[in-house]
């Protein structure tokens, strides 16, 4: 079990440019989610998957925002034009579907991006 | 929408001391899940709870979820240093999470 993994860990960028993270999520779990985390706060949740299918997207995920699962293994959450508000941790986690939104989630260690 | 609320915000005590945490929320929920979050890591699940009353131990931590499925507590007994960290308590029908309990340890 190598659990949930993510890439890059860190992130500096420029304001305005475009940032990709990937998470690979624990192999055999068809859900993925994607989180936001500002300093002093828990986790907010963004969006999630269901194998390939995007089933839920927050509001918070502005239409700078975008993420894939374009097999139903491995995920991507791009950024366009950065901004510094951007600047947060963003995790992923991943679970098996037994039904219900509240399955068991873990964690990925985060990709803390920084915007300059 | 839904709330949690987290108590205590943080808690400073002695290596050995007993601790006790908890969360509440607006709605009733189906699940409680308690999770630990060292500084630059991403949140590690601790205990999860799927029934009413359900109490549940991980080593030195137990967890209950209330009998009203509104609140949840998670307990630390006998604290070591590697408790240090915030603990997070997270649940509900679309998972929210509240903002976290912050465990410092006095030498």
């Known amino acids: 079990d190598t659990g949930v993994s993510q890439n890059p860990r860190h992130k500096i960028t420029k304001r305005g440019q475009n940032v990709t993270f990937r998470c690979d999520p624990i192999s055999e779990h068809n859900r993925l989610y994607w989180y936001r985390q500002t300093l002093g706060q828990g986790p907010e949740f963004l969006t999630y998957?269901?194998?390939?299918?995007?089933?839920?997207k927050s509001r918070l995920l502005s239409d700078r925002f975008s993420a894939e699962r374009p097999k139903g293994s491995f995920s991507t959450l791009e950024i366009q034009r950065t901004e510094q508000g951007d600047s947060a941790m963003y995790l992923c986690?991943?679970?098996?579907?037994?039904?219900?939104?509240?399955?068991?989630?873990?964690f990925g260690p985060g990709t803390r991006l920084t915007v300059l | 929408g839904q709330q949690l609320n987290q108590s205590p915000q943080s808690m400073f005590i002695q290596e050995g001391e007993d601790v006790s945490m908890n969360c509440t929320s607006s709605s009733i929920f189906n699940t409680w899940l308690w999770y630990k979050q060292d500084p630059g890591e991403g949140p590690v699940l601790l205990i999860a709870?799927?029934?009413?009353?359900e109490l549940t131990s991980n080593g030195r931590l137990t967890a209950q979820f209330g009998i009203t499925r509104k609140d949840s507590f998670l307990n630390i007994s006998a604290s070591i240093p590697s408790d240090v960290g915030i603990y997070f308590c997270?649940?509900?029908?679309?998972?929210?999470f509240g903002k976290g309990t912050r465990l410092h340890i006095l030498p």
């Open positions: 709870l799927y029934k009413a009353g």
């Open positions: 986690a991943s679970s098996l579907a037994t039904g219900g939104f509240t399955d068991t989630q873990y």
């Open positions: 997270a649940g509900g029908n679309k998972i929210i």
């Open positions: 998957f269901q194998n390939e299918a995007q089933l839920e």
